[in-house]
């Protein structure tokens, strides 16, 4: 069976309380190794701490969803770079702008960006980087985040992802001129699928996978709560999509991802 990782994943929510043991054994029984779990603000980041002290397979991501940007204060930065220390947090995020739904006014969104960007600098880790709606001022922020004052921009080590990446081929290229990976979640299931030409175009060594759950369900299971043993349709999609076996998808996200976050794997 192929090894899988999931990028991105939720599990720390609420809503796995009652089964979440149950959810990661599936996942493992999926050929799941390991789970990236992303914070959206201090609670959740502090939960996917707590995940990642209680199963061996479970990263922890921090950082202040752009939804939860409002609430971001200096000393929950503070708070971040002190939970930083954990020996299983392995990126900083997600964190990103959101202008589709404008849950946190625009200004503070870019602010609280800006300001996640810098940190993970500091701390010397990848990002995790949601956009919607955003395009053009997600590539200028990460344009001068890549390049500019300390940035190591086209260096050799990945400097970060975007997640449930939705932008075209010309915009994969630039991220990837720039040092990120990109990674495709369970929508690519879906028929007709904006995703359909990225997954075909995008070089292997570039590619992630993620479930983003419980969000984003992947076909045959849409409309039901998403769970990381599910990346398993994303990997059988893409490998579908480029007409090359589910393996070869699964060796290289797999490795792709153990590099970026530095997984002992
Ligand atoms: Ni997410």
């Not at 500091?122 to 990002?127: E, G, M, S, T």
């Not at 979640?185 to 904006?194: F, N, R």
């Not at 490998?239 to 699964?250: F, K, N, S």
Request: proline share 6%; net charge negative.
């Amino acid at each position: 069976m192929p090894v899988l990782v999931d990028s991105h994943t939720h599990i720390d929510m609420r809503l796995y309380n009652r089964d979440r043991d149950q959810v990661l054994e599936r996942a493992r029984g999926a050929g799941v190794a390991a789970v990236v779990d992303v914070g959206c603000d201090l609670d959740s980041s502090r939960g996917a701490i707590r995940l990642a002290a209680q199963y061996s397979e479970v990263f922890a991501a921090l950082g202040f969803h752009p939804h939860s940007a409002a609430k971001m204060r200096d000393s929950d930065l503070e708070r971040l770079s002190e939970l930083a220390q954990h020996p299983k947090v392995v990126a900083i995020g997600e964190i990103g702008l959101d202008f589709y739904r404008n849950l946190s006014p625009r200004e503070v969104q870019v602010e609280a960006f800006k300001k996640q960007l810098a940190l993970a600098r500091r701390l010397r880790l990848p990002v995790i980087v949601h956009c919607r709606d955003a395009q053009e001022e997600v590539l200028s922020i990460l344009t001068e985040w890549a390049y500019g004052a300390g940035g190591v921009g086209g260096a050799k080590e990945p400097l970060g992802v975007l997640h449930c990446f939705s932008g075209d081929r010309e915009l994969s290229q630039r991220y990837i001129e720039m040092g990120f990976l990109l990674s495709i979640a369970g929508p690519i299931t879906y028929p007709s699928s904006h995703a359909m030409e990225i997954a075909h175009h995008i070089p292997l060594d570039k590619l992630l996978i993620e479930t983003d759950c419980p969000f984003l369900t992947p076909q045959p299971y849409r409309g039901k709560r998403n769970e990381p043993s599910n990346v398993s349709f994303v990997a059988e999609k893409i490998g579908e999509i480029r007409g090359v076996p589910t393996a070869v998808v699964a060796e290289h996200t797999t490795a792709n991802a153990a590099q970026l976050f530095r997984l002992p794997l």
